[in-house]
């Protein structure tokens, strides 16, 4: 017997027709996207109450960390030095 229930399930999560890939930010915005998504994970490490969270909100935390040097490296390489700041 074939079992069909991957296939369904796959199918029921990703709908080849409606999914379109999304263009790539600019170097700049997307470093400006990792800097807000790492000040969101020390929020939610910050203010997490729940012991069994700890570990996810630490894990976000990292994770947006290392985003956001690696994309600040990136920039850094290229000569971008956009800040967010700089708007007159």
């Keep these: 017997m074939k079992a069909l229930w991957p296939k369904k399930l796959?199918?029921?999560?990703?709908?080849?027709e409606?999914?379109?890939p999304q263009p790539a930010l600019p170097l700049h915005e997307a470093v400006e996207q990792a800097r807000q998504e790492?000040?969101?994970?020390?929020n939610y490490y910050n203010?997490?109450?729940d012991v069994d969270l700890v570990d996810h909100a630490a894990y976000l935390l990292?994770?947006?960390e290392k985003k956001y040097i690696y994309l600040m490296k990136?920039?850094?390489?290229?000569g971008i030095t956009y800040s967010?700041?700089?708007k007159a």
């Design 18 to 20: 409606s999914w379109t």
């Design 38 to 42: 790492w000040l969101y994970a020390q």
């Design 10 to 16: 796959l199918n029921g999560l990703i709908d080849a």
């Design 62 to 64: 990292k994770a947006a």
């Design 84 to 86: 967010p700041f700089d």
């Design 47 to 49: 203010s997490v109450l």
């Design 74 to 78: 990136s920039a850094r390489s290229q």
